[in-house]
């Protein structure tokens, strides 16, 4: 079994470093390390903001789920009502799939309609296909909302065009973009298809941050919620998830996005201070069959800490001993200190790497002989 992974985030200040100053024009943002859950940055992150196409995220949130639970199949095919055609279609002037008509389309197509063209007529056709209406697929949105901990978020519609009432934050939407990325691994690779070929029209993502590192999700954009994205990207096994919104063009959220992403990934890093089981010092044994033990932690502890930040941090063994034996292993025997000059910044325990059991009589009195015979000398 493999041993627990403890990964703690150090805040900017963290272990005597200087905060890392970080700004962005993005009215409300937010930037999570997905390992550790913790905040890097965030700027009115919980300001109720209208959602625009980043609503969709929560459709194809709700949709992955109906098909995980065999209440939906790629493979159903659903009718393009006149209602999506002339709410989400070509003459809608909003992100189209350009579907026909009363034509039957199948759920996989309209998903990566969903995901990849942003198309609103895809998102009306899935609601009215598995709910027979928008309003009782949204009423699925927010019940899954709410399962996931989406705390400041509500659903009106599926695609996200203006509605009263509808509202999401950009923390609930990095913590739904994190939900995706791990609970539907197999599906989160439609994030970062490129294009999608429909109908004889081939149109491409409009995530600008695929191009430039990210791996998905999604961007959005109306008059009233001006231009927002949420993406994730990785790097040195590290992911991390940002969500941005108010951007006065397109060309700012690409800028603000590219410079919020690059600030996580390369202005951050993780530092493994321990690893479970790894020799890290011994401690003495009193009247034991061995003169010590040697000591392990019984988990890893990484930091993620502003780059460069742990340079001049020292790694210090205190044991216990002399530890009377016998000594059980696994026994608690002694610490790691891990200090900057005379400041202590984080202490770990060590434990007993092995049984040390007690060694015979012959033994103990000598043992005891030359520690009296050691005392004599030093008076």
């Not at 209208?50 to 709700?62: E, F, G, I």
């Not at 400041?152 to 009263?164: D, I, K």
């Not at 990325?181 to 995530?207: A, D, V």
Request: with cysteine.
């Amino acid at each position: 079994m493999l041993a627990p992974f403890l990964v703690l985030i150090v805040a900017a200040c963290g272990f005597g470093a200087p905060a890392l100053a970080f700004e962005t024009k993005a009215p409300t943002a937010i930037l999570v390390d997905v390992g550790t859950g913790r905040v890097l940055f965030e700027k009115n992150a919980d300001d109720p903001i209208p959602p625009a196409s980043l609503a969709k995220l929560m459709t194809a949130t709700v949709v992955f789920d109906m098909i995980r639970k065999g209440e939906a199949s790629k493979d159903d095919t659903f009718e393009v009502s006149e209602h999506a055609w002339k709410e989400g279609g070509a003459n809608s002037g909003g992100s189209t799939m350009f579907l026909p008509v009363h034509k039957r389309v199948s759920l996989g197509d309209l998903i990566k309609g969903l995901i990849i063209q942003s198309g609103n007529d895809a998102a009306i056709v899935i609601a009215e296909g598995l709910s027979g209406s928008e309003q009782g697929f949204a009423e699925k949105m927010n019940a899954e909302a709410k399962a996931i901990g989406l705390s400041h978020s509500h659903f009106v519609n599926p695609h996200g065009l203006p509605a009263e009432g509808q509202q999401v934050t950009m923390r609930d939407l990095a913590l739904l973009a994190e939900y995706l990325i791990k609970t539907f691994p197999e599906e989160y690779p439609l994030f970062s298809e490129e294009s999608f070929r429909f109908n004889g029209i081939t149109q491409r993502n409009r995530n600008p941050l695929l191009a430039l590192g990210a791996d998905g999700l999604k961007t959005g954009h109306t008059a009233a919620a001006g231009y927002g994205l949420v993406a994730s990207a990785t790097k040195d096994g590290r992911r991390i998830v940002l969500a941005m919104s108010g951007m006065q063009s397109s060309e700012e959220r690409a800028r603000e996005a590219k410079r919020l992403m690059d600030f996580g990934l390369q202005d951050f890093e993780e530092v493994t201070l321990v690893k479970a089981g790894e020799p890290l010092g011994t401690a003495r044994v009193a009247g034991g069959s061995q003169a010590s033990v040697q000591l392990t932690a019984r988990e890893d502890l990484a930091l993620l800490v502003p780059r460069g930040s742990l340079k001049d941090v020292s790694r210090h063994i205190v044991d216990n001993g002399p530890i009377p034996a016998p000594v059980a292993m696994g026994q608690r025997a002694g610490w790691a200190l891990f200090s900057r000059g005379d400041e202590t910044m984080r202490e770990v325990p060590l434990y007993a790497a092995e049984a040390v059991d007690r060694a015979g009589v012959v033994a103990r009195v000598a043992e005891t002989i030359v520690g009296q015979f050691s005392s004599e000398r030093s008076e």
